[in-house]
């Protein structure tokens, strides 16, 4: 079992642009929870997709948007970016009580 | 979900047990402690949760306050790869559908 992947695993971007992070839940799991986690800081929590809907929002702007495929896997896009931006981004899967978490995509915004 | 407050860094002698303490003095009844660790540079990774009992699996033992307000983490046998943040959540339903709240977190160093 692979686990959670995402990808790409670091990505460079320019203020404005636009960008799309993938995530492949654990065999089985049919939830994808996305967070953000800036440096030094707990990871916040973005949305979580099941069945192919937002289930749940956290305090994210509208640039924050997502999309869970028939397959369970996922995309978190991030629309015109900001500096602030930059972080860690985590994509989590689970069917039951335990979340398992992916290694993150490192977004930096220049 | 209630807050916890958790001391920001901790040392530990390898071989040692650490014991990593949690307040949450605002949990619900019907909300459980849970633990996650995050290895430099790795996503966090689940340790155990409770809801009013102790707890115990392969990795580690919680121990849960009779009123409920406060948690400790124990690893019984420190080594050097627990070197890591540790994050107590309190969260409201035992259903991994519920997003996670995490705070600060403890920086657990642990010294050979």
């Known amino acids: 079992d692979a686990g959670v992947t995402q990808s790409p695993t670091h990505l460079i971007k320019t203020r404005g642009q636009q960008v799309t992070l993938r995530c492949s839940p654990k065999?089985?799991?049919?939830?994808v929870s996305w967070y953000q986690q800036a440096l030094g800081q707990g990871p916040q929590f973005i949305f979580q997709?099941?069945?192919?809907?937002?289930?749940q929002r956290g305090n994210f702007p509208d640039r924050f948007s997502g999309h869970q495929f028939p397959n369970y896997s996922s995309e978190l896009n991030v629309n015109a970016l900001l500096l602030g931006d930059s972080a860690l981004y985590l994509c989590?899967?689970?069917?039951?009580?335990?979340?398992?978490f992916g290694p993150g995509t490192r977004l930096t915004v220049t | 979900d209630a807050k916890t407050t958790q001391p920001p860094s901790m040392d530990c002698a390898e071989g040692r047990a650490a014991n990593l303490p949690c307040n949450h003095s605002t949990i619900s009844g019907n909300e459980y402690v849970y633990w996650y660790r995050q290895i430099h540079s790795q996503g966090p990774q689940y340790i155990i949760h409770g809801l009013k009992n102790n707890e115990t699996n392969e990795m580690a033992s919680l121990i849960i306050t009779e009123d409920r307000k406060s948690s400790t983490l124990i690893l019984p046998h420190a080594t050097l790869r627990d070197t890591a943040v540790y994050y107590c959540?309190?969260?409201?339903?035992?259903?991994?559908?519920?997003?996670?709240?995490f705070g600060g977190g403890t920086r657990l160093m642990v010294k050979p």
């Open positions: 997709y099941y069945e192919e809907e937002e289930r």
């Open positions: 065999s089985g799991h049919d939830t």
């Open positions: 959540i309190v969260r409201g339903d035992n259903n991994a559908g519920n997003m996670l709240t």
């Open positions: 989590a899967s689970s069917h039951h009580y335990e979340q398992y």
